[in-house]
């Protein structure tokens, strides 16, 4: 059974048991569209440094240890160790632009002849954008870059006396796609510094879509798969039992509800200026009412205006596609803010089988005449003192229904 204490135990950098956990308290942060988190009250003296993994087989997740916190309080010893799930390795490497040079091409400095760079060309991406289904284009982005290869000076080495040169890559093979469960949108993405994990969150989460990082035990391989949500909405045209939870029938305990517009922007002035040229556009969200917000432009102009462009006209409209695609992540900072999180009665479904992280459900609180449809989009699991409770929240909701709070 998925809805009762679980069994956790540490693993050291290979990926071998080094012990089981006896825990007072546990907490496993599930997340759909960001990296989780975990946090584990020992008892008693048990943590030793060679603890690196925290695993269990009743969940998917593989925790990384990346703190531990004692104390001590009228002679009792407390050590708390937390961190976040492997999926956050994905984030060691970033989304970096397209440089003008490689390292090792002809008429770089290494030559004599031209700019510096230190990027190697070997295997890495030659391209400025993606697009496609989002499923591929998440897909294009670990494979071009999981993997980076350099030549400089380390650090501290200030004489300039040796360039060396380094290869860093993720421990992670791509695994397989989920398509059984809904639909890949239409997505296109540029490359603008971000980190290779909330890149891959944010071009799949508009399909219901996400990643997850899956260790092998028996080989210690980790695989990442691109997953769906499955829709358990009433009325779903896959075919699935319907989940329904509502305060009337009994099956949500608590619930929470917040509704704001505070802070919401809808269109977005980016501007970028140099010595010769000053660009200003201006990007809105479908619906908006003129609530302005400035960024600068973090797309280069020059990767699409420069003396290799021949048909300026396509170059215009890729530019303009990747400006509005910066907008659009940084609109997503001032949306409005509907967060609805509540506590669920144990035995009307069953955790992890009849409904997990990521799918669609039907939500009822009568109370206020509230009736949406929306996606699990955090699973949060405390086990206190043997205790398990779980406590669900939802992504942005299709409301069907809302009277009042």
């Given at each position: 059974m998925y809805e009762e204490p679980f069994e956790i135990m540490a693993l050291d950098e290979n990926f071998e048991i080094v012990s089981l956990i006896s825990y007072a308290n546990l907490q496993w942060t599930r997340k759909f569209h960001e990296v989780g988190t975990f946090s584990v009250q020992l008892r008693g003296r048990q943590y030793k440094s060679n603890w690196k993994y925290i695993y269990s087989k009743k969940r998917k997740e593989l925790g990384i240890i990346s703190q531990v916190n004692w104390q001590k309080k009228n002679y009792i010893e407390l050590v708390t160790i937390s961190g976040m799930f492997v999926e956050e390795e994905l984030n060691k490497m970033i989304v970096y632009p397209l440089p003008t040079k490689f390292y090792d091409d002809p008429e770089t400095v290494?030559?004599?002849?031209?700019?510096?760079?230190?990027?190697?060309?070997?295997?890495?991406?030659?391209?400025?954008?993606?697009?496609?289904?989002?499923?591929?284009?998440?897909?294009?982005?670990?494979?071009?870059?999981?993997?980076?290869?350099?030549?400089?000076?380390?650090?501290?080495?200030?004489?300039?006396?040796?360039?060396?040169?380094?290869?860093?890559?993720?421990?992670?093979?791509?695994?397989?796609?989920?398509?059984?469960?809904?639909?890949?949108?239409?997505?296109?993405?540029?490359?603008?510094?971000?980190?290779?994990?909330?890149?891959?969150?944010?071009?799949l989460k508009p399909s219901g879509a996400s990643i997850e990082v899956i260790l092998d035990y028996e080989t210690h391989e980790k695989t990442l798969n691109i997953i769906h949500g499955k829709d358990l909405t009433q009325g779903n045209s896959e075919g699935n039992n319907p989940v329904l939870f509502s305060s009337a029938n009994g099956n949500i305990i608590s619930a929470s509800l917040?509704?704001?517009?505070?802070?919401?922007?809808?269109?977005?002035?980016?501007?970028?200026?140099?010595?010769?040229?000053?660009?200003?556009?201006?990007?809105?969200?479908?619906?908006?009412?003129?609530?302005?917000?400035?960024?600068?432009?973090?797309?280069?102009?020059?990767?699409?205006?420069?003396?290799?462009?021949?048909?300026?006209?396509?170059?215009?409209?890729?530019?303009?596609?990747?400006?509005?695609?910066?907008?659009?992540?940084?609109?997503?900072?001032?949306?409005?803010?509907?967060?609805?999180?509540?506590?669920?009665?144990?035995?009307?479904?069953?955790?992890?089988?009849?409904?997990?992280?990521?799918?669609?459900?039907?939500?009822?609180?009568?109370?206020?005449?509230l009736s949406l449809d929306a996606r699990i989009i955090s699973c949060y699991e405390v086990v206190k003192e043997g205790v398990w409770e779980l406590t669900l929240e939802i992504g942005t909701p299709l409301i069907k229904s809302f009277e009042n709070v």
């Open positions: 290494s030559t004599g002849k031209e700019g510096t760079c230190l990027l190697k060309n070997q295997g890495l991406p030659l391209w400025l954008s993606q697009s496609g289904t989002a499923d591929q284009v998440a897909k294009s982005f670990f494979n071009s870059f999981k993997k980076i290869s350099w030549t400089n000076y380390q650090v501290d080495d200030y004489s300039g006396t040796n360039l060396v040169t380094t290869t860093r890559q993720l421990d992670i093979d791509f695994g397989s796609i989920d398509d059984q469960h809904g639909e890949y949108h239409y997505s296109e993405h540029n490359r603008n510094h971000e980190r290779l994990g909330d890149k891959l969150y944010k071009i917040v509704v704001s517009n505070t802070n919401t922007k809808d269109t977005i002035i980016q501007t970028s200026e140099n010595k010769d040229k000053v660009y200003v556009l201006i990007n809105e969200m479908p619906d908006a009412s003129g609530r302005f917000v400035h960024a600068g432009m973090t797309t280069a102009a020059q990767d699409y205006f420069n003396q290799d462009t021949q048909d300026y006209t396509v170059a215009d409209k890729n530019f303009k596609i990747a400006v509005m695609a910066d907008g659009d992540k940084e609109l997503n900072k001032y949306t409005d803010k509907q967060n609805i999180e509540f506590q669920i009665y144990r035995g009307s479904y069953q955790y992890m089988i009849d409904y997990d992280l990521g799918d669609l459900i039907s939500v009822e609180i009568s109370e206020i005449g």
